[in-house]
T-cell receptor
Framework: AQSVTQPDIHITVSEGASLELRCNYS??????LFWYVQSPGQGLQLLLK??????LVQGIKGFEAEFKRSQSSFNLRKPSVHWSDAAEYFC??????????FGSGTRLSIRP | NAGVTQTPKFQVLKTGQSMTLQCAQD?????MSWYRQDPGMGLRLIHY???????DQGEVPNGYNVSRSTTEDFPLRLLSAAPSQTSVYFC?????????????FGEGSWLTVV
């Protein structure tokens, strides 16, 4: 069965430091991959998505993600985090029959 | 431009009670779905629909019913609430026709079953 794994439950980084959130997927064909962000008490906002083509995808709020088929990964990166980036981040993959499967999420805390 | 609207935002139920979470979208999207979000488990798909009159089960359908009589509305019914159904529920919609279309989420419904 298709699955999405986010191995890090909670990450803390200092403000201004770089960030990488990990995501691994299992899917035989080319996956369609997403990163969503959820602020406390809010719904989910799409950061970026990958369908095909350039494996480095740019998103909103200065985020980017790189699709690596050889590693079955779609890691989210940001060169310099801001306190407002503290939130929960979800990686997701499009399955067949219009189902989206989500990872369990990574909570990001920012150290002043 | 309302997008996806969920009601109620907060609800407390007693075990055994029934209730309906409402979801409406004004974007003429064919695809609608319900997820529940629990700590450490991400979002899990409960039910989904690819058009009016068509529904199907997701990962965790037990204890929930859905119907899709119109394109706009996709209510989620809890038949006999159980404490295990305490969760945050999200409704989502997207157009069909091109896999990978952006999914739009409602703001969530916080449900507590006591």
């Amino acid at each position: 069965a298709q699955s999405v794994t986010q191995p890090d439950i909670h990450i803390t980084v200092s403000e201004g430091a770089s960030l990488e959130l990990r995501c691994n997927y299992s899917y035989g064909a080319t996956p369609y991959l997403f990163w969503y962000v959820q602020s406390p008490g809010q719904g989910l906002q799409l950061l970026l998505k990958y369908f095909s083509g350039d494996t480095l995808v740019q998103g909103i709020k200065g985020f980017e993600a790189e699709f690596k088929r050889s590693q079955s990964s779609f890691n989210l990166r940001k060169p310099s985090v801001h306190w407002s980036d503290a939130a929960e981040y979800f990686c997701a993959s499009y399955s067949s029959a219009s189902k989206i499967i989500f990872g369990s999420g990574t909570r990001l805390s920012i150290r002043p | 431009n309302a997008g996806v609207t969920q009601t109620p935002k907060f609800q407390v139920l007693k075990t055994g009670q029934s209730m309906t979470l409402q979801c409406a979208q004004d974007m003429n999207h064919e695809y609608m779905s319900w997820y529940r979000q629990d700590p450490g488990m991400g979002l899990r798909l409960i039910h989904y629909s690819v058009g009016a009159g068509i529904t199907d089960q997701g990962e965790v359908p037990n204890g929930y019913n859905v119907s899709r009589s119109t394109t706009e509305d996709f209510p989620l019914r809890l038949l006999s609430a159980a404490p295990s159904q305490t969760s945050v529920y999200f409704c989502a919609s997207s157009p069909l026709g091109s896999t990978g279309n952006t999914i739009y989420f409602g703001e969530g419904s916080w449900l507590t079953v006591v």
